[in-house]
């Protein structure tokens, strides 16, 4: 996997499902080569059809910003996620996109904050058994 976001290239994904609507995502991230601006950075993921669901990439965020990683080092980022118990059965589309976090419509992490492009990463089958 090689994935360009602008400020960051993800280059490694593994979902892992743990039941009861729960999943484990990692990731594996590198600094890209794009000029980074001093505002901090943020990546975000969304669910495709779920509105208000967004999960803020903390660790990226609020640890270490892209501008302070090593060049050519891997950045790894772990976390677990949980979808809502009354999300209806269906197939859901993750998409993940950086933003500036310092720009005035930031809170709504759409177009007008993202810095480079958004990517689809994966689809997540959601069905009865797994309430």
Do not use: C
């Amino acid at each position: 996997m090689d994935l360009d976001f602008g400020p960051a290239r993800l280059i490694g994904l593994q979902l892992t499902p743990l039941g009861e609507r729960r999943w484990q995502l990692d990731l594996a991230w590198q600094r890209g080569e794009v000029a980074l601006p001093i505002e901090p950075l943020i990546a975000v993921s969304r669910l495709q059809g779920v509105p208000l669901l967004r999960v803020p990439h903390l660790p990226s965020f609020a640890l270490l910003q892209p501008a302070e990683w090593p060049i050519g080092a891997q950045v790894r980022e772990q976390f677990v996620f949980e979808l809502p118990a009354d999300l209806p059965d269906g197939s859901y589309s993750w998409y993940l996109a950086w933003y500036n976090s310092g720009h005035s419509e930031a809170y709504a992490s759409d177009a007008r904050s993202r810095i480079g492009v958004e990517h689809r990463l994966f689809t997540i089958e959601v069905t009865a058994k797994g309430r």
